[in-house]
């Protein structure tokens, strides 16, 4: 997949708290591996389905959150419609195994940075967080991305 990033400089703290929020476990502890291997970088919490993702963001207060679209009850578009509600500084980086830029353009809103292919995570997921964290945003190619005023 073809990806467009903005530029971004580096993050503005050196030492980054993530929430993961997916509702396969195997998923979570990949991606809590991946992340481990990064200088800095701590799994502050975890969550298995949106309703886990809106309290533990309000909780802890992490950094950044790496959301699966597709989980039972509210799924991760909703869940980031209401963490954007409450903490629109948390920046979302949607993450999906079918992650399409029509699905990313219709559903970009409130804190959603990023979009991240399951299949490309090891190649994407720790730039597209850097990325983020840095000021810019990190989605597939061809995503309509609003303008900001």
């Not at 509702?23 to 591996?33: F, P």
């Not at 291997?37 to 975890?46: D, F, G, L, R, S």
């Not at 830029?101 to 409130?110: A, K, W």
């Amino acid at each position: 997949m073809n990806l467009e990033k903005t530029a971004s400089a580096e993050p503005k703290s050196t030492h980054v708290r993530i929430l993961i929020v997916d509702d396969h476990e195997v998923m979570r502890l990949g991606i809590r591996n991946l992340f481990g291997n990064v200088p800095n970088w701590t799994v502050c919490a975890e969550a298995s389905n949106g309703e886990e993702a809106v309290e533990k963001a309000l909780q802890f207060a992490p950094d950044i959150i790496i959301m699966d679209i597709t989980m039972p009850g509210i799924n991760g578009l909703e869940a980031s419609a209401k963490i954007a509600e409450s903490r629109p500084d948390i920046p979302i980086i949607l993450f999906s195994l079918h992650l399409s830029s029509d699905l990313v353009n219709h559903f970009l809103r409130g804190g959603i940075r990023g979009a991240v292919s399951k299949g490309e995570a090891a190649r994407d997921l720790v730039d597209a967080v850097r990325t983020v964290l840095g000021g810019g945003t990190f989605f597939p190619a061809g995503t309509q991305l609003p303008k900001m005023s």
